[in-house]
């Protein structure tokens, strides 16, 4: 069944494999009329990359965007949009054998049942982290039509192991200093403190996990659907399907279940002559709608499950227990290269919420 | 645009509104023979009906159930299965002003900006915990469902306000304690604990929130979909439908962040010629697919939003700051009635995807 | 698997059997502040209520519909709106054997594979034509929300049996003669000839067959989508989901076979400063969009299958050939009843594609 | 909102303009394990290539496919499967004007006013018949799967202009002569009439229209939904996605209309131990499911639009009227290039229901 398209007003259908031919995007329902150029989409990629510091995996990726279709003389024609990035730099040797033996964390034992060994093995196949490739090229085209309606979205990393940011950045902090490091924190003191933690785990043969917040700001408030496709239901959705995401918030996430009511609702004031919260510990979202307040968002990567360090496994064929070490090209924290993919997938499905909403009209007259 | 069904092979459709005629469920995809009553779903619905105790609602529906359609002589049809709960304890009366002033925590001021004034307000109409009897509903098909091919479906409180549940608990003391209890916790000294600090709330004209852990045992592993239908992106997205919740987390989740790869990988063992992991930081899901451990998801549950202190609102009208105390009648602690919805959401999706990958057959022969 | 909702933007969820508690239908995406009352809907259902002359079955329903939700003082709410009419005038006897004797020109053996006899086999179950009292409530609030953009949606009988009408009827005609009789044709001559075309076949134990037009006036160009939503498309598939139809064909239909180019085209002019076309042989469809003439389609409904002749069938137990003559009350033409159906239908789709195009806002201000 | 993707369990999306960059189909829910090289698709792709004959379109596509993904070792992965045909002698000069002049019978001026102004018009861009090259593509596969249960999709040229076919053709003539002759007619003879039925169009700078047959043999009994999925409205919406197809009709098709239910009804009989009917008159789908009796369905194609003839327009600029020559390369006469169409798109719905119906498993093992 379907299960490779997300999206109702705005729907991406993602294909390619980590290291097949390619890495694809189909996006259907944006209006005919945006500005629209590989450009748009590479910047968004470029800050994905692999290959962008000594934290990260070695795999010297270009990933440069192709637009095959969607687009004519600069502007969007109405028609889906394909957007291709061919895989180049791929070895692929060091996969042969976790068909036979699952490398823990990883889910080549799950896909092997499912797929009953049929599904492409090589650098994780479906499964792997660069399916986020996708996500991203969506987002861009997402942020291009948020913009138009004055959203901006923004993400960056809160912790890494046990450094952590308060909750006292300011928005002009993220938009500043995001990615002028390699750890894509806010707070640059701490950006060290957060390179020092991946690459002592680095040394260990190990890895780190984190957490990244995204934020939306200035959406409109009645954005979303009560019932099933709340906005939030429709962003956490989203976000658990990037790899390696265990845990998604709103706003004060789990810390409300230690509050009372009257700590944990958002009074109102009027500020300016708009309605306002007093404070946001819903995240910007009540009852599954965008009450105009900026959407926040915190989500959990575990620690990258490739690590030289030898693990116990089983080898599915003489079903002995066996130990592994798993090889390959990996980066020891995925979460500074998962920020962009947070921003594209909260862009996303925003984008689609306000096409869904009428905000964005059909034809875009510029 | 349709946002009041969920689910691929198994839908569910919602409709009716908190003080309106009813709340109905259709249930679209159950296969043709399943042994059916409104009995099995009355069970559920009993569950979590009000007016259970001095902790919750003194509002009194029996939330009795009837099924009208897509059963015939005990056995469903494969025709959508529609049950309808009618609303009769309904007092309206509180809610003639929240249009004007909106209580902090609920969605009204959101859903007056999407709705331009004509959604129902009374009892908070689509926004209401009371759609959840639709999902409860629908859960208890599922569970049936699932029945079939062994998985079982647990939830329990863990944490109210202050008061938590550690990691230790059996699922035998799950099973058995649960509903013994009105805050159903799992260990029985702690559910007194957690009485005392609802009832403390109430008090104080507050509320408090809380967790309630979900688990399904002996899911096949293999279930789920790759990219966007991941078992785990359908759980979380199904769980924040639920209002009032604001975190979803599986297994480690994000205690994640500030794991080292080789403590939160799961290792596989063999065990009695079947492949088990040594850890469940996964919470059963791996790469969107279920691994054939326990999946076990967090979800937090913010306070009741109505209360009786007094807040600050505004008026819609005039526009000026004002303030509002919030009548009507209210769970000072909205967990507990929220476990057996937890369950039949966890229920619902995993049902959902047994059906999709072909684990139920689509006639049921008994 | 979904198979009992259709539309996109306006989403009709049907539930019930012929002889079961009711018919049901749910219309998810209709805006709100829509004025909306029962009588809205009665009207349409009375136009194809059973019992109405001597060509048409005893059966004697009154059809009465109940708004059980999505109201609320008269006005829709944006919520999903769930109608219902309960079945009263039920014998079901007569259904007793086709489980094991399948009627010819019914799915009583195509229904026995595919749900392992568990299907509800009383007065044809799910494959009643009394399904259609969902599609013509849906439809009720389809015309309702047409009718804000202009948009007039007819229907009328050009052909029963060997009774044919021309090309010449206007649409004046259509609106003011159709409901006059009972055979719904826009011709009163011609109702005369084709009520004694019905009541021939009646008086031989027998049916006849015939073809609707469904017409719809003030479609704004541009409706449709290319490729997979066309708007022929859309509407052909809401058609052949009326039970009985054979064939659908837009404009010149199937006669287009024989034309050349120069004949088939519809020339471009101006009139009253619009653009228009000065044949219709596209039947206001073209490359799947709505190019601003009248819509119009051409249904084939096959006779009544229910007839008392002997007919040749087959015993599933046994596994051996038998004779069957089919009890209960049937119409000897379904065609007439059908009529609004096929307004329904063709309604609906326009109404779902006009809400795709932003043609009808979210909210509605009267 | 999406449009570019049909159907469920086999789900299709396609991309790409007919003077753009490509013609793409993605192809999502197709098992894992089903051997599938490029040359399974060229080999249908071949069939509906232009430049075949004198009767067909000068332009010289080689429309050789590429597969881009979900192919692993020569077999299905699960993942999408995305097909790709370059577009290469393309010339668009002549399409500049049709924005402002539009095409008698083509798209143009009900797409420009959808999309204001921004759709490729270069060869029709998404409107044109180019687009089925992604249909035939995921009819390839779709054949494939249906090959594995036995089902056999055929289609066949029944009437050019004035030329017809009558209905005693044998199974055996279509699949032995269909593809022998350049209007994939089954009947040798008929075929050089039909031929000169194009010829002559085309020395008088006109085109002609026709009918095609599409049959799928060996079809299980019990495949389709009833009311919004039956197999007849998923087959139909399939193909009035075809450019050109002005109706659709199953087995006896209009004829219904003048017939009796007494001769319309098909009676059953046992033969060789299995359940038949004597006569095929509702083409194999009663119910909207199949029978288990060939299914029939026959297309009406009207003539190509563009021809070179003095054809009245207007002037969108202007507002005036105008005249119109369609230079350009052009196939006199469509059908004999959609009967592979025809095939593709029966096949393609038969594969999804068969899979919804889980009569091919979702790992094949061969």
Known sequence: MNCNSIGKALVLTCFGESHGACIGAVVDGCPAGLPLSEIDIQVELNKRRPGLSEITSPRREEDKVEIISGVYRGYTTGAPICMIVWNRDIDSTPYESIMIKPRPGHADYAARIKYGGFNDPRGGGRFSGRMTVAYVMAGAIAKKLLSLIGVEVLAHTVQIGSVGVGDEVSYDDIKRNVYTNPVRCAVPELANKMIEEILSAARDGDSVGGVIEGIALNVPAGLGEPIFDSLDADIAKMLFNIPAVKGVEFGAGFRVASMRGSEANDQYAIRDGRVITLTNNAGGIIGGLSNGMPIKVRVAFKPTPSISRKQKTVNLETMSE???????????????????VVEA????????HALRAGKIPRVIKT
């Open 322 to 340: 066996e130990e592994i070490q798993v090889a390959g090209r990996h980066d020891p924290c995925i979460v500074p290269r998962a920020v962009p």
């Open 345 to 352: 997938c909260l862009a996303f499905v925003i984008a689609d």
